[in-house]
Nanobody
Framework: QVLLVESGGGLVQAGGSLRLSCVAS????????MGWFRQAPGKEREFVAA????????VCADSVKGRFTISRDNAKNTVALQMNSLKREDTAVYYC???????????????????WGQGTQVTVSS
């Protein structure tokens, strides 16, 4: 059974930090690129960041560049999202997802992702 379980969400003041973590099981983690997406109320799910199988390629949305960092640990089957300098507009449910694409791709395309977690709520207050 494939599972992606996110944790680390919560309520934080603007300017603060949170670290999200996602633990994967039920598939060969090191063969999948991993991504983080988010969905705010009334909005479509959007790309946040992605990391390739070995971590050699990383892409981030312009809205989070310089503030968020994605990383992975293939020995522990985990992917993390370090979020600094949080803004109210970062409030959303954050999802991790797995992308079975060949090579060292790190895709922004939501349609490339085949496995999804249930999400963790991040709320940034002013």
């Amino acid at each position: 059974q494939v599972l992606l379980v996110e944790s680390g969400g919560g309520l934080v003041q603007a300017g603060g930090s949170l670290r999200l973590s996602c633990v994967a099981s039920g598939f060969t983690f090191s063969r999948f690129a991993m991504g983080w997406f988010r969905q705010a109320p009334g909005k479509e799910r959007e790309f946040v960041a992605a990391i390739s199988r070995t971590g050699v390629n990383i892409v981030c949305a312009d809205s989070v560049k310089g503030r968020f960092t994605i990383s992975r640990d293939n020995a522990k089957n985990t992917v993390a999202l370090q979020m600094n300098s949080l803004k109210r507009e970062d409030t959303a449910v954050y999802y991790c997802a797995a992308d079975w694409s060949p090579g060292e791709s790190a895709s922004r395309d939501i349609n490339e992702y085949v496995y999804w977690g249930q999400g963790t709520q991040v709320t940034v207050s002013s």
